[in-house]
């Protein structure tokens, strides 16, 4: 193993008007269950790499970064507390298994019954319309450079400058994002199945091996707790760094030429 950049989703929403028939909808526990999964899914990722990423958080070696949203600063605090609780001389409170560590700039599953008139627009037909909505952010290859663009500019020049220098590059990076985002970087990979939408803690792991002096992106999907490997069209699954490189290159562009797009 040499490098990993994960790019997950947010694990809980709300909205400030909500309701629930028969009841006052408990909110908080709503988040505090979002709190749950995204804890849940560090302690995963803590077992999935025990031993490429130290017990022992430090800024060289992690960086975590979400969108300018309170629910996915919050899901990146859930989940860095699974994967690093404090240890040795990071313990600052006896009975407290927790650090503070830098973030940088739903009804079935909380057993809610919905009235029965809505089973005929909910969850398969809602969940297929919000498939063809997700779709259509990134439908082209003008549409993807948009939607997934940066971000894969960002990946490709981290793993590039953790091969060229790995001392000065972490070698485990995360993003805090949303549900759209991690559908159109499948779509744009040509991975995305239609019908399906990425659950709360949807996780998308992009690994960097080296083989014989030649570096490999591997890419794994978890979505309700299962994880798949895929592969990126015109690839294999031991996708060569150039080869991708290749693949992705009609669609990256900077920050400055995202704006640009956006603006014309």
């Given at each position: 193993?040499?490098?990993?950049?994960?790019?997950?989703?947010?694990?809980?929403?709300?909205?400030t008007?909500?309701?629930?028939?028969?009841?006052?909808?408990?909110?908080?526990?709503?988040?505090q269950?979002?709190?749950?999964?995204?804890?849940?899914?560090?302690q995963?990722?803590?077992i999935?790499?025990?031993?490429?990423?130290?017990?022992?958080?430090?800024?060289?070696?992690?960086?975590?970064e979400?969108t300018n949203?309170?629910?996915?600063?919050?899901?990146a605090?859930?989940?860095?507390?699974?994967?690093?609780?404090p240890?040795?001389?990071?313990?600052?409170?006896?009975?407290?298994?927790?650090?503070?560590i830098?973030?940088?700039p739903?009804?079935?599953?909380?057993?809610?019954?919905?009235?029965?008139?809505?089973?005929?627009?909910?969850?398969?037909?809602?969940t297929?319309?919000?498939?063809?909505?997700?779709?259509?952010?990134?439908f082209?290859?003008?549409?993807?450079?948009?939607?997934?663009g940066?971000?894969?500019?960002?990946l490709?020049?981290?793993?590039?400058?953790?091969?060229?220098?790995?001392?000065?590059?972490q070698?485990?990076?995360?993003?805090?994002?949303?549900?759209?985002?991690?559908?159109s970087?499948?779509?744009?990979?040509?991975?995305?199945?239609?019908g399906?939408?990425?659950?709360?803690a949807?996780?998308?792991?992009?690994?960097?091996?080296?083989?014989?002096?030649i570096h490999?992106?591997?890419?794994?999907?978890?979505?309700?707790?299962i994880?798949i490997?895929?592969?990126?069209?015109?690839?294999?699954?031991?996708?060569?760094l150039?080869?991708?490189?290749n693949?992705?290159?009609?669609?990256?562009?900077?920050v400055?030429?995202w704006?640009?797009?956006?603006?014309?």
């Amino acid at each position: 193993m040499a490098v990993r950049l994960i790019l997950f989703t947010s694990a809980f929403a709300f909205v400030t008007s909500y309701y629930v028939p028969g009841s006052k909808s408990n909110l908080l526990s709503v988040i505090q269950v979002g709190k749950q999964q995204h804890y849940d899914l560090g302690q995963y990722a803590r077992i999935r790499y025990d031993n490429f990423l130290s017990k022992k958080y430090t800024k060289e070696e992690f960086r975590v970064e979400a969108t300018n949203s309170d629910r996915t600063f919050m899901s990146a605090a859930s989940n860095v507390a699974g994967l690093f609780p404090p240890i040795g001389d990071q313990i600052w409170k006896i009975g407290l298994n927790w650090q503070p560590i830098p973030v940088f700039p739903v009804e079935i599953a909380f057993n809610y019954r919905l009235p029965k008139w809505t089973e005929s627009v909910f969850p398969q037909p809602l969940t297929n319309l919000t498939s063809i909505l997700f779709t259509s952010f990134s439908f082209n290859e003008e549409l993807q450079k948009i939607t997934t663009g940066p971000f894969l500019k960002t990946l490709i020049e981290h793993f590039e400058g953790y091969i060229a220098n790995s001392t000065s590059t972490q070698k485990y990076k995360q993003f805090s994002c949303h549900d759209i985002n991690l559908s159109s970087i499948l779509i744009s990979l040509g991975a995305y199945i239609p019908g399906t939408l990425p659950g709360f803690a949807s996780t998308i792991f992009f690994e960097l091996r080296e083989i014989n002096g030649i570096h490999y992106i591997n890419i794994f999907y978890r979505n309700d707790g299962i994880l798949i490997p895929i592969t990126v069209a015109g690839c294999n699954f031991d996708c060569n760094l150039t080869d991708f490189k290749n693949i992705v290159s009609n669609l990256i562009i900077s920050v400055e030429e995202w704006y640009a797009v956006c603006k014309s």
